[in-house]
C-alpha cells in the first residue's frame, strides 16, 4: 500500500531530481510517515566542535533518570537526510529503550565527499567520550542505511586509534559493499524504493574517486572483524542492501557472538522512518531497542569508573 500511495517510484527516484529539491523531500517524507512526535524529557540542539567545521547535532533524553548513550547517524545515501529526517526514530529510541541519544548532522555529499562523513563521525565520538561520566556509561552507535554504513566503519576506524571502542552497534539495513552487488540487488533492483540506479547514483557522489574497495567505505570487505563490538543488524525483507547487511552480521557473529542478525519480514528499505504508516515497522523498531535494551543491561561498568 505504501509502495502504492508513492505512485511512480522511478519518477520520483532521487538521481532524477536537483540534490536540494532531494533533501527538501527527505524531510518531508519522514515527517508525513514517522507518525506523531514522543514527547520525552529533554531534547535540545548543540554543535559539536569540529577542525573542519562545527557539527550540528541533536541530544534527546528519554526521561530525568536517563543512562547509556546512543550515537546515532541518519540514513539518506550520504547526500541528503538530517536532523530532522531522523527526529522522529532519535525519539522512538530515546523512550522506549530510555536513554540519550546523540543524533548527529554530518557534512554532506557532492559538497563533501569521503571521508568527510566519517571524519565528522569521529569528530562526535571523540566528543561524547569528552563528556563528563561517560567513562561508566554505556555507549552505542547507530545508523540507518547511510548512517549505518558510517557506524561501522567508525567502529573499525577506532581499532586503530586510542579511544575505546563502543559497546555496541544498531544498525538499520546499512551500506556493507559498495564495490560489489549481491543477488538482493538483483531480486529488487527497482520497484521497492531503493533501487539499485539510486545507489550508483549516491555511491558515485559519495566516493567520486571510486575507491569502493576501501573497507571504510566498504565494511563487509575488511580482512577481519575481529575487536569490533556486537551488532544487532536489521535488514528489510525487500531491500537491495539485504544480503550485504547479512553477510556482514555473520561474519561479525563469529568474531562477537552477541550479534543478532533480524530480516524484518514484509518490509522494505527505510522502514525505521515509516513507523507512522506501518504497525510491523513499529514492532521491528520495538525488537531493535529490545536488543540495545538487553545489551546495555548485559554491560559491565569498569572497576574504579565513577557514576
Not at 540514513?75 to 529510541?93: E, H, P, Q
Not at 555507549?139 to 558510517?150: H, K, L, P, R, T
Request: hydrophobic share 45%; net charge negative.
Amino acid at each position: 500500500m505504501f509502495l502504492r500511495l508513492m505512485g511512480d517510484i522511478e519518477a520520483a527516484s532521487p538521481e532524477n531530481h536537483p540534490i536540494t529539491q532531494v533533501r527538501s523531500q527527505t524531510d518531508a517524507d519522514a515527517w508525513t510517515f514517522g507518525g506523531p512526535e514522543i514527547a520525552l524529557h529533554s531534547v535540545s540542539n548543540l554543535l559539536i566542535p569540529n577542525q573542519a567545521e562545527d557539527i550540528p547535532a541533536r541530544h534527546y533524553q528519554g526521561t530525568p533518570t536517563s543512562s547509556g548513550l546512543l550515537i546515532y547517524f541518519h540514513g539518506g545515501a550520504w547526500v541528503s537526510g538530517g536532523l530532522n529526517s531522523c527526529d522522529s526514530i532519535c525519539r522512538f529510541i530515546a523512550r522506549h529503550a530510555d536513554m540519550h541519544v546523540l543524533s548527529v548532522d554530518y557534512r554532506l555529499a557532492p559538497e563533501h565527499v569521503y571521508p568527510a562523513a566519517l571524519d565528522d563521525a569521529l569528530s562526535a565520538y571523540r566528543f561524547a567520550l569528552s563528556l563528563p561520566g561517560s567513562e561508566a556509561c554505556f555507549v552505542a552507535v547507530g545508523g540507518d542505511s547511510a548512517g549505518g554504513n558510517i557506524a561501522a566503519s567508525l567502529c573499525r576506524q577506532l581499532t586503530t586509534s586510542n579511544l575505546p571502542m563502543p559497546h555496541f552497534q544498531l544498525l538499520f539495513y546499512p551500506v556493507m559493499d559498495v564495490l560489489n552487488k549481491a543477488e538482493s540487488y538483483h531480486l529488487f533492483s527497482s520497484g521497492y524504493v531503493l533501487s539499485e540506479a539510486q545507489m550508483d547514483w549516491a555511491k558515485a557522489l559519495y566516493a567520486p574517486q571510486g575507491n569502493y574497495a576501501d573497507p571504510a567505505l566498504s565494511p563487509l570487505l575488511a580482512a577481519s572483524l575481529q575487536g569490533l563490538p556486537p551488532a544487532y543488524v536489521a535488514t528489510a525483507e525487500f531491500d537491495v542492501l539485504r544480503d550485504e547487511g547479512e553477510r556482514y552480521a555473520a561474519r561479525l557473529k563469529a568474531c562477537a557472538p552477541a550479534t543478532q542478525l533480524r530480516r524484518a519480514p514484509g518490509l522494505i528499505h527505510g522502514f525505521a522512518n515509516m513507523m507512522g504508516a506501518s504497525r510491523t515497522a513499529r514492532a521491528e523498531m520495538r525488537l531493535a531497542v529490545e536488543a540495545l535494551v538487553t545489551a546495555q543491561a548485559n554491560w559491565q561498568m569498569p572497576e574504579g569508573a565513577g557514576a
